[in-house]
């Protein structure tokens, strides 16, 4: 798992790589997130409408589509941009294949912003982790419970 590559590289401190390997990780977890939800779906209709009655751009087009995704999914939007806001200083060979180039980080990575991305991914997937969880049991729960309505 990618948020382990992150803790080693914090243990060696190497705050770039422990970053990109956090990215990582979260990039992954938000995926396979947003691809279980109806919601990615469900919106898209109102979105095409919308841009195409109103001429909406597409830089408008993607930032509603990701807000709605980011509050669908529980995400603290205030400490999301800041995360974002780091991965956007991750250097243009550390990106993904499609990325454009980013900006280069004014000053040296720290131990304090790999510790903020690391926390803030580790906390997100962990959270979405026991919403699954919580789920499954509440299915089997009720599996069970009827079952034994059933039966008595």
Known sequence: MKLEKSEQD????????????TRDAFENAYFRQIKN??????????????????????YIW?????ELELSYLGINTFEYRRFKEYLNHIPH???????WGNAVLPRA???QDALFCYNYAANTILRW???EMEKWNLILNLKLA???SIHS
């Open 93 to 99: 060979e550390l990106g993904a294949e499609d990325s």
């Open 129 to 131: 982790q026991t919403q």
């Open 62 to 66: 993607d930032a509603v589509k990701d």
């Open 37 to 58: 939800h109806n919601i990615s779906l469900s919106f898209y209709p109102a979105l095409v409408h919308a841009r195409e009655k109103n001429n909406i751009s597409s």
């Open 109 to 111: 990575w720290n131990q």
């Open 10 to 21: 914090l243990d060696k401190g190497e705050w770039l790589n422990s970053i990109v390997a």
């Open 146 to 148: 009827y079952k034994e």
